[in-house]
């Protein structure tokens, strides 16, 4: 049965409403899988609602690592305050990467990733994306943050060397000399945030 846009602002029914024709994508996960998400989210990523429902989060990411990774990012954020976000790389069904704008809600802060929502902004009009590996991506997300060499490995659990090295991959590959030429030719984060310390 359609949803009557009529229907829920006479009843006063409209998170029903809200939640269908929200201009982002949304999603109420537990323990990592996706339990329902509005259409938005699933155009977003190039699948059905249905087929998104009752799946994991697994099938969105570039690889099974990055998957892994991301997982305790945000955990100790979301165990302390309720709330998280983030931008990051995501894959949608044909293997297109996007980078998106991640926030997240848990309702269980004492196992944060059991029961949350989350919503999920395309910024592929504004960033579009450019080829990286994994490590590129979170040196590159983590320099937005303003964190020094220093810090990322210590994030990351690398070297400083290391760092320096991906780093300085980043400036060669995007034909830059300095970080913020080099989020100029990436295109602009607009934020203070993009990847949790956490």
Same mark, same amino acid.
């Not at 323990?31 to 190039?46: E, H, K, L």
């Not at 894959?91 to 802060?109: A, E, I, K, Q």
């Not at 395309?122 to 994994?134: G, I, K, N, S, V």
């Not at 990351?156 to 030429?181: C, D, I, P, W």
């Given at each position: 049965?359609a949803?009557?846009?009529d229907?829920?602002? $006479?009843?006063r029914t409209?998170? &029903?409403?809200?939640?269908?024709? %929200? ?13 329902d ?18 799946a994991?989060? %697994? ?27 983030? $931008? ?5 069904s ?21 029961? %949350?929502v989350?919503?999920?902004a395309d ?12 490590? $590129?991506?979170?040196?590159?997300s983590?320099?937005? &943050?303003?964190?020094?060499?220093? &810090?990322?490995?210590?994030?990351l ?6 760092v $320096?090295?991906?780093?300085?991959r ?10 913020a ?16 310390n956490?």
């Amino acid at each position: 049965m359609a949803l009557s846009i009529d229907d829920c602002f $006479e009843t006063r029914t409209l998170s &029903e409403l809200a939640f269908t024709f %929200a201009p982002v994508g949304l999603v109420v996960t537990e323990s990592r899988v996706i339990r329902d998400c509005n259409p938005t989210f699933a155009q977003m990523f190039g699948y059905t609602r249905e087929e998104l429902q009752d799946a994991t989060f %697994a099938i969105l990411y570039p690889s099974q690592e990055e998957y892994v990774n991301i997982r305790n990012r945000g955990v100790n954020t979301l165990r302390d305050s309720g709330q998280y976000w983030d $931008e990051r790389v995501m894959m949608r069904s044909n293997g297109d990467l996007f980078w998106c704008r991640v926030r997240g809600h848990t309702f269980t802060p004492d196992d944060p990733l059991r029961r %949350a929502v989350w919503s999920f902004a395309d910024l592929a009009d504004t960033r579009p994306y450019q080829a990286m590996t994994r490590r $590129e991506r979170e040196v590159f997300s983590l320099l937005g &943050e303003g964190k020094t060499s220093k &810090e990322i490995a210590r994030i990351l659990q690398l070297s400083y060397r290391t760092v $320096e090295v991906h780093r300085a991959r980043l400036l060669k590959k995007f034909g830059v000399s300095n970080t913020a030429g080099l989020f100029q030719s990436i295109g602009d984060i607009g934020g203070d945030h993009v990847v949790s310390n956490s």
